[in-house]
């Protein structure tokens, strides 16, 4: 068990431009999280993935973000058309499936996105 | 909607002293309860949970009890270490109407000194 994965670990982009995330859960793990954090904040939920379907994205997430799970492991978040408000960390996240919300959530080490 | 609040940081104790973290939670329906931490230069790890009222959860030293009546899940531990220093996230997980949500407090940074 190597634990949750993200790659990159820092990007530096141009307002405007395009980037794309990609987190790698634990290997048995069926739920994938997507979070973004910013400074001095807690964690706020983006989407989530049971398999490759996406169940729930938040009523926040502009629709200039999109993940997919193609195959029900590895996970890509992209952001399009940058804007310095999306600057953050982005955390991924992922959990076995239980008969409830009572699962912990194992997260990896995040991205950090600034937006130039 | 949900949420939950947390005592402001950052809180600085001495080694061996008694720590209290406030967290409560709005929620609509019966959420279980989470405290994470986050150690300088490394993702959230699960602390300990707590799924239905009167639940104590615990790990490392680390208490809270799911207190449905003054919707507080309050960390606590009796005696700090210096390797405590972290920032330390309370967090729900519920249903509600519109399907699965989980929330996040702002965090606690705790330092711990020598």
């Known amino acids: 068990d190597t634990g949750v994965s993200q790659d990159p670990r820092h990007k530096i982009t141009k307002r405007g431009q395009n980037v794309t995330f990609r987190c790698d859960p634990i290997s048995e793990h069926n739920r994938l999280y997507w979070y973004r954090q910013t400074l001095g904040q807690g964690p706020e939920f983006l989407t989530y993935f049971q398999n490759e379907a996406q169940l729930e994205k938040s009523r926040l997430l502009s629709d200039r973000f999109s993940a997919e799970r193609p195959k029900g492991s590895f996970s890509t978040l992209e952001i399009q058309r940058t804007e310095q408000g999306d600057s953050a960390m982005y955390l991924c996240?992922?959990?076995?499936?239980?008969?409830?919300?009572?699962?912990?959530?194992?997260f990896g080490p995040g991205t950090r996105l600034t937006v130039t | 909607g949900n949420s939950v609040t947390q005592m402001e940081g950052p809180v600085t104790l001495s080694e061996e002293a008694f720590l209290t973290i406030n967290c409560t939670y709005t929620a609509t329906g019966y959420p279980s309860l989470f405290w994470y931490v986050q150690y300088p230069g490394e993702g959230l790890q699960l602390l300990l949970k707590a799924t239905k009222a009167d639940d104590k959860g615990s790990n490392k030293g680390f208490e809270a009890t799911y207190r449905k009546e003054t919707t507080s899940f309050h960390l606590e531990k009796g005696s700090v270490q210096v390797s405590d220093s972290a920032v330390y996230f309370c967090a729900l997980s519920d249903v509600d109407n519109y399907g699965q949500n989980f929330v996040f407090g702002p965090g606690t940074r705790l330092s711990v000194l020598p």
């Open positions: 996240a992922s959990s076995r499936t239980a008969g409830g919300p009572t699962y912990e959530q194992y």
